[in-house]
């Protein structure tokens, strides 16, 4: 088929690339001169493992195209819009700017026969709204996309599941995107057809709960840090009950990235408008939860260095919001190594590959290449994205490089014990101070 995709950031670029690698014939359409640039030359223009090596070789009969010239969508059958919906600056609403600018671009192109297919994130109502407006013989429906940034290639080819948004009278967009996505049906995916406004809410849904789930985690681990128990073991145990699974229940720093902390507010902000916002107000705690463990970080890290971080040198290892990945919106790591620096720090943070962005969003913060580097001379080292690399680090070599060997785990990381043997002090969320601290002897006082 021959398919345009509208949006080349981290969902748009693996999904047109991922299309090609379906057999189709794809081109991908952005505003940014520099990103269409890249991705025509088969770079990735961002860190998603997998996706450089698709952009080269999409392998099949497909073929991979992209252009700042919408003009260049005019002859395809299907039309995916997969422009990014931020938050808007000072609410929680979805700013849907750029999918309201992609398809008055994408109009003039569309003739009878035309499907345009949503699969940005967006409050529900969007979609009926937006098919009101299409030319005649236009017709619309809403595909969410599910994948994880650093995952993305995997997610797109091997889903979970594909929803199909559809109005009443849908059955040719069924057919439609049933051809789009006709090796994935026959690998057996599942596939379900609702209406419009479900496939949206799956969507935002799907996020609330992890979200959700994320935050339980971390409120349990704040009543272990007050109780003296010990989280990481607590949600070990609930994660053996097949009712309740152990994903997205890690015990640490929290959520970010362009998509939970967004979808979250929006989704409260949507439902606020419809009055019916009670019913997910327990989404502000979610959020303020998420927010608290930020904050918990900075108390070990304070409390680690004798009770202030005034002039200390703290070692921040990661910025990117979550490993295999260089985004930094919304990272819980960033957050922390700002909010360290407001304490009086000398914050030198680093990441296997979000330097570049982190740099561009924290200017103020040092950086250094590597996690050897940042903690030279550190009076504390806070893990902050578990990156295989941090996790695999070897404590001894570290220890000779920092002032004091002095670890939060805020992302409950590492093995503490091997840490703990080779002289450091580990301290990590979600136990009690006493056992965050332990063991007391090895507490260097610098
Ligand atoms: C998320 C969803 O997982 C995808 O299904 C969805 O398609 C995507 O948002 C989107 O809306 O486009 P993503 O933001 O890429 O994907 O990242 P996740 O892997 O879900 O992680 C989100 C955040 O939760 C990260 O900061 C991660 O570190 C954090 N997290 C995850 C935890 O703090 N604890 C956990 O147990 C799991």
């Not at 200017?363 to 940042?374: F, I, K």
Request: charged fraction near 20%; hydrophobic fraction near 50%.
């Amino acid at each position: 088929m021959r398919v345009s995709v509208h949006g080349c950031g981290y969902l748009g670029a693996v999904h047109a690339a991922a299309l090609a690698r379906l057999g189709h014939e794809v081109v991908g359409i952005d505003v940014d001169p520099a990103r269409v640039a890249a991705l025509a030359e088969g770079r990735a223009p961002f860190f998603e493992p997998g996706l450089a090596a698709l952009l080269a070789e999409p392998g099949g009969a497909g073929s991979l195209t992209f252009s700042t010239d919408v003009a260049h969508a005019g002859v395809a059958d299907v039309h995916f819009l997969c422009v990014g919906t931020p938050q808007s600056a000072g609410s929680g609403v979805a700013d849907l700017q750029q999918l309201e600018a992609a398809l008055a671009a994408l109009r003039p192109h569309l003739r009878p026969g035309s499907v345009v297919v949503g699969k940005s994130t967006v409050p529900v109502g969007t979609a009926a709204r937006l098919a009101t407006d299409l030319p005649d013989g236009v017709r619309l429906a809403w595909n969410p996309e599910f994948l994880r940034e650093g995952h993305a290639v995997a997610d797109t080819l091997h889903p979970d599941r594909l929803v199909y948004g559809v109005p009443d009278d849908g059955d040719a967009l069924v057919e439609r995107l049933d051809a789009v996505y006709a090796r994935l049906l026959d690998d057996g995916v599942p596939r379900l057809v609702t209406d419009l406004a479900t496939a949206e809410l799956a969507k935002v849904a799907a996020n609330a709960f992890l979200a959700t789930k994320i935050s339980f985690a971390n409120a349990v681990a704040e009543v272990c840090e007050a109780a003296g128990g010990d989280a990481v073991a607590l949600v070990g145990t609930m994660a053996l009950d097949r009712r309740i699974g152990g994903e997205y229940l890690g015990v640490g720093l929290g959520f970010g990235g362009g998509c939970l902390p967004k979808d979250i507010r929006a989704f409260a902000a949507r439902a606020r408008e419809l009055g019916v916002g009670p019913a997910v107000s327990f989404l502000d705690e979610v959020d303020a939860i998420n927010d608290r463990c930020r904050e918990r970080a900075v108390v070990l890290a304070r409390t680690a260095c004798g009770g202030s971080l005034a002039g200390r040198r703290v070692a921040v290892l990661g910025a990117a919001f979550k490993p295999d990945s260089d985004d930094v919106r919304s990272s819980p790591a960033l957050a922390l190594a700002r909010a360290l620096a407001a304490e009086g720090a000398d914050v030198v943070v680093t990441d296997p590959q979000a330097l570049a962005l982190a740099q561009a969003a924290a200017p103020e913060l040092g950086y250094a290449a590597d996690a050897r580097e940042a903690a030279t001379g550190a009076d504390v080292v806070v893990l902050a994205t578990e990156w295989d690399e941090y996790r695999d680090l070897d404590p001894g070599a570290l220890a000779d490089v920092v002032r004091s060997p002095r670890l939060v785990d805020a992302r409950n990381a590492v093995d503490g014990a091997r840490w703990r043997a080779a002289g450091w002090d580990v301290r990590s969320l979600g136990v009690a101070a006493p056992r965050a601290a332990r063991p007391q002897s090895s507490s260097p006082t610098a």
